[in-house]
């Protein structure tokens, strides 16, 4: 009888978009010479980027690199943990660590190194409504005059496009709603984050008051501009859920968006990592700044979002700093 973990592998094997088992010009030697990986993602063209450039690096190493596998983050961390894949390159170390935790934490998985540091959340509004009601924190939305600006259902709540559940950004949503005393004012948009916020930007088009929570690296802040078209919000204090408790998310210069600055780790499945050295060091040293991130990202949501096309977008990455890259393969392949 098939185990439950081998079922997940052959179901996500069967769902998960192909990509490529290996690519030309791939070094003929190396430490993963005649070994294959398993990568996990989730399937949104947002988080292919990053995968692509690591996967070139395991490559050129070596390896050959299987079709990736997709799932929601609770059954992607869940799947790292029981080795039926061996790694991601899309877990926040803070965010998700609750999903980190119920898969076994550190007992099974690993995080390494940050391949995209300085990644924020937060909640906006759009510049004009803010000041004209001088709106600069969430909490001021309690005021149900304030959050009638934002009322786009004709029920006297202010609509905020929100995270989408599983995420991991919904639980810290959800728990402010009610830390803030938002509950009565404030009604939080869960669905399709990206067909929400596609309204939320029509609306912004057609002069209207918008609401929205979004999050660094992605297109959104490239289209509804912060400090042009938007402003970011103060929340009224730090809370957290409790798997975050104690973490501070007031910035150096002052703001407090409500999130804690994050970052962006590759997490690998422990048996994986200890038996692959040169993968794991290449993990670590691996880094991508935030800006071609968002700038790979940008290209996707003008047109360019084939997996085909975001594989070339993470090849010419490559290329333009190969000299860098190329470090990074040596410290791997120097790795014992």
């Known amino acids: 009888m098939m185990t439950p973990s081998r079922r997940f592998a052959l179901i996500a094997g ?4 192909a990509t490529w088992a290996g690519a030309p010009g791939a070094d003929a030697a190396g430490p993963g010479d005649g070994k294959t990986v398993q990568p996990i993602t989730t399937g949104r063209a947002d988080h292919y980027f990053q995968h692509f450039v690591v996967q070139i690096g395991l490559e050129r190493l070596g390896y050959t690199v299987k079709p990736h596998l997709e799932a929601q983050f609770p059954a992607m961390h869940v799947a790292i943990g029981q080795g039926d894949a061996d790694y991601t390159a899309v877990h926040w170390e803070k965010l998700h660590i609750k999903f980190y935790e119920n898969s076994g934490g550190e007992k099974v998985m690993q995080r390494v190194g ?8 937060g909640y906006l509004i759009d510049k004009a409504t803010a000041e004209k009601h001088k709106i600069t924190n969430l909490g001021q939305l309690k005021d149900p005059a304030i959050a009638k600006l934002f009322d786009s259902a004709g029920d006297g709540k202010a609509h905020m496009t929100g995270c989408n559940p ?4 919904e639980r810290v949503v959800e728990h402010q709603l009610d830390a803030y005393g938002l509950r009565g ?13 596609a309204d939320t930007i029509t609306r912004y088009k057609a002069g209207k008051p918008i609401l929205y929570y979004t999050w660094t690296p992605l297109w959104v802040s490239s289209v509804l501009k912060p400090g042009v078209d ?9 809370s957290l859920p409790q798997e975050q408790a104690g ?3 007031k910035l150096a210069d002052g703001r407090n968006p409500g999130f804690v600055p994050d970052a962006i780790r590759v997490m690998g499945n422990n048996k994986f990592l200890a038996a692959n050295p040169a993968a794991k060091r290449f993990f670590e040293v691996a880094t991508l700044p935030i800006q071609d991130v968002n700038a790979a990202i940008l290209r996707q949501q003008q047109g360019e979002s084939k997996v085909e096309q975001i594989k070339v977008h993470a090849e010419e990455w490559v290329r333009a700093n190969e000299e860098t890259f190329k470090k990074w393969v040596a410290e791997a392949m120097a790795a014992k």
């Open 247 to 249: 973490a501070e998310t």
């Open 185 to 197: 004012t404030v009604k939080h948009e869960q669905g399709e984050y990206f067909a929400l916020i």
């Open 230 to 238: 938007t402003v970011w919000l103060d929340v009224p204090f730090t």
């Open 114 to 121: 940050v391949l995209i540091p300085g990644v924020l959340q």
């Open 14 to 17: 069967l769902i998960g978009l």
């Open 166 to 169: 599983g995420w991991g950004c």
